[in-house]
């Protein structure tokens, strides 16, 4: 069965570090997406991308963060200055279209020192 | 508006017993709710999910039962074994939007 890849699977920063977390989509998959879950707590929608641009973000994903797809292929999520609260895992998502079921990768654990 | 509410945030089930999980919605625009399974270390992976116009849908031992009046959904596994230990989420979205909404989660613990 495809899979969301994710790289790497534990990152660790320097607060004011800047991370780039990686993604490979399923490859028919045409919506991509951010979720954030801090230890313990549900998980949170970051942002969605469709079409090389952003359709949705939500009130985490400030100007610190970032999204783009530069080679057609990878999806990544940018942090140009970690801060202590952005450790958490990172998942990313994709889905064919409206309507179809929602895939997530295994994630990336960000820890922020 | 947004939020989903789950509970409980801790379930233990002996095996073969059944465990329920609850969840309640606000946001009548919502079209589509699913259930997700996450094991320690991995990523949510869907399980099953349901759409407002059933009031039930049944895979396997897993179960939704859907009441759109009262606006809550809820999650019940049958015959629950020790490997349907893991966190679940359910989750809400309207097709026409791209956050998916979800609750706060349940631990299930399965004792043999």
């Known amino acids: 069965e495809p899979e969301v890849t994710q790289t790497p699977s534990h990152q660790v920063t320097q607060m004011g570090q800047e991370v780039i977390l990686r993604c490979v989509p399923i490859s028919n998959h045409l919506y991509f997406y951010w979720y954030r879950q801090i230890l313990g707590q549900k998980v949170e929608f970051l942002v969605s991308?469709?079409?090389?641009?952003?359709?949705?973000k939500s009130e985490i994903f400030d100007d610190q963060f970032s999204v783009e797809r530069p080679d057609g292929s990878n999806f990544t999520l940018k942090i140009r200055s970690t801060k202590l609260e952005d450790s958490a895992m990172y998942f990313c998502a994709t889905r064919q279209g409206p309507g179809s079921p929602l895939h997530f990768g295994n994630g990336t654990r960000l820890t922020v020192t | 508006q947004q939020q989903v509410k789950q509970s409980p945030q801790s379930l233990i089930v002996q095996k073969g017993g059944i465990s329920i999980i609850n969840c309640a919605y606000e946001?009548?625009?919502?079209?589509?709710f699913p259930w997700y399974q996450q094991f320690p270390g991995k990523g949510p992976a869907l399980l099953i999910a349901i759409r407002p116009d059933v009031s039930e849908k049944k895979e396997g031992r897993f179960t939704i039962s859907f009441n759109k009046s009262a606006k809550q959904f809820s999650l019940h596994i049958m015959d629950s074994q020790p490997g349907d230990s893991a966190t679940y989420f359910c989750a809400a979205i309207y097709n026409a939007g791209n956050m998916l909404t979800f609750g706060g989660g349940t631990r299930l613990m399965v004792k043999p």
């Open positions: 946001n009548t625009a919502f079209d589509y």
């Open positions: 991308f469709y079409n090389n641009e952003i359709s949705e």
